[in-house]
């Protein structure tokens, strides 16, 4: 256990004392959970080795999970990727800072580490004002989020102070991130650039700004696990709760009626003897006013970043409650949509009923 220095710094106006001291530390050594826009993150120097080494050994990460790189210009970019190429011009104007993460090729002087050994780098510029400025002064930053490995990711204070308090060495306390879940990975070095992870910057918003077609694979829509880890989220469990999770799908969710109903059969069926807690939306706790069990509201259906935005925090509530299953409803992979499906799949470890 290490003894961990807290700091609370406001989103939008960093005490530069508290970065600055954060800054130093970690140019000699010391690993921080940091603020973005999407979740928290657990941050190194790139190019410390033994501190980049260190986020594996704290997270109890698989060495071959690899990390994504945060800068702050282009000049870091160029200090980590090989090759630059020209949709990153649009990339600059458009779309960062944000929660898009591309993978490009990797410079040999960046440590195999952050990659699992891979050729190629995953880098995102993220849009919160205290990420920023830290990344500006320590240089590029490796970072995961900062949960336990295969836990839901941090996106509130006491989340990160749970499962980071006495393992990090510093911890950077900013309040509740903006988005709720984590950056789009998108493989540039791929031809034609495929979608390695959803996340908080729709596909679809991604394809149009950058002008191509952006593949989606089978693994990327959380329904199956891919055999080699090009990015973070692809391989292992992830985001998920110590409770089972069952999640209930449909091809059809226009009639919410229609499916609500089936999902009650599902809950019936599977809950006779079990305690449960269905994760539902906003538009049908009412649907299911009959079913005496524990509701947890995930948010609106016509506002999927609401439902984004909780997700985390839905899955870490689903434990507190101390029951032996949760069954949550699914969402049209549409937008924001299919960033969610492909979260709750993993949670559930591919726990899926189609109805």
């Known amino acids: 256990m290490v003894i961990t220095k807290v700091f609370v710094v406001d989103p939008l106006e960093p005490d530069n004392g508290a970065i600055e001291y954060c800054c130093a530390e970690m140019k000699r050594g010391a690993i921080a959970v940091f603020p973005t826009e999407t979740v928290y993150g657990l941050g190194a120097y790139v190019f410390d ?12 990460r698989p060495p071959d999970n690899p990390l994504i790189v945060h800068v702050a210009n282009i000049d870091q970019v160029r200090q980590v990727a090989e090759e630059v190429p020209n949709t990153l011009r649009i990339v600059f104007e458009k779309l960062w800072p944000g929660p898009l993460t591309i993978v490009l090729k990797r410079r040999r002087e960046v440590p195999p580490e952050i990659s699992a050994g891979l050729p190629t780098v ?49 911890i950077i306390d900013s309040g509740a991130t903006f988005f709720g879940v984590e950056s789009t990975i998108v493989d540039l070095v791929s031809d034609p650039p495929r979608l390695l992870r959803p996340g908080a910057l729709p596909v679809e918003k991604i ?56 999902f009650a059969e599902v809950v019936k069926d599977r809950c006779s003897t079990i305690k449960c807690v269905l994760i539902v939306s906003r538009e049908t706790v009412e649907l299911y006013k009959d079913l005496s069990l524990p509701k947890i509201v995930m948010g609106s259906r016509s506002n999927v970043y609401e439902i984004a935005k909780n997700l985390y925090s839905v899955l870490r509530e689903l434990d507190r409650l101390g029951v032996d299953l949760g069954i949550a409803e699914g969402l049209p992979e549409i937008g924001l949509g299919l960033t969610i499906m492909n979260r709750l799949r993993k949670a559930a470890g591919f726990n899926v009923v189609k109805v």
């Open 207 to 262: 394809s149009e700004v950058l002008g191509i077609t952006i593949v989606i694979p089978e693994s990327a829509r959380g329904v199956v696990e891919s055999d080699i880890a090009l990015a973070p989220g692809m391989k292992y469990k992830h985001y998920a709760p110590r409770t089972p999770l069952l999640i209930v799908e449909t091809n059809n969710y226009d009639n919410l009626d229609a499916y609500a109903k089936r």
């Open 122 to 170: 995953a880098i995102r510029m993220p849009g919160h004002p205290v990420a920023l400025r830290l990344i500006e002064c320590v240089g590029p930053i490796a970072a995961p989020s900062a949960n336990l490995s295969g836990r839901p990711s941090p996106t509130e204070p006491h989340h990160v102070y749970v499962d980071m308090y006495g393992r990090a060495d510093i």
């Open 49 to 60: 080795v033994e501190a980049v080494k260190r986020i594996f050994i704290v997270k109890g």
